[in-house]
Nanobody, 126 residues
């Protein structure tokens, strides 16, 4: 599975952005797509995730109520709508894909993702 993240940019606090993650290749074995972010000097943290077929969604407490994840299976794409952006949301945002297994992996955990996109930078000025 190949993933292409896009939509990042430089915005002001309070603005909105929509990130896109386009998946290609063997997507038929995809269980879910997640968004993670990495700020300078910090580790990569979970932001939001969605199952590929069932629409089950997860989000980090830090973005709940501000960020919304959605999918368009016809376009093999997942979106992250980010509202009310804050300076602390500044990071490199990655999308990742988790393969389907015989059990349900926890999409909030980085270790269950096998494929990663290249990242898109989001910078929020205060």
């Amino acid at each position: 599975v190949q993933l292409q993240a896009s939509g990042g940019g430089l915005v002001q606090a309070g603005d909105s952005l929509r990130l896109s993650c386009a998946a290609s290749g063997r997507t038929d074995n995809t269980y879910g797509i997640g968004w993670f972010r990495e700020a300078p000097g910090s580790g990569r943290e979970f932001v939001a995730a969605i199952t590929w077929g069932g629409g089950r969604k997860y989000s980090a407490d830090s973005v709940a109520g501000r960020f919304a994840i959605s999918r368009d299976n016809d376009k093999n794409s997942v979106y992250l709508l980010m509202n009310s952006l804050k300076a602390e949301d500044t990071a490199l945002y990655y999308c990742a894909a988790a393969k389907a297994t015989t059990w349900r992996p926890d999409l909030r955990l980085r270790r269950y993702y096998q494929y990663w996109g290249q990242g898109t930078q989001v910078t929020v000025s205060s």
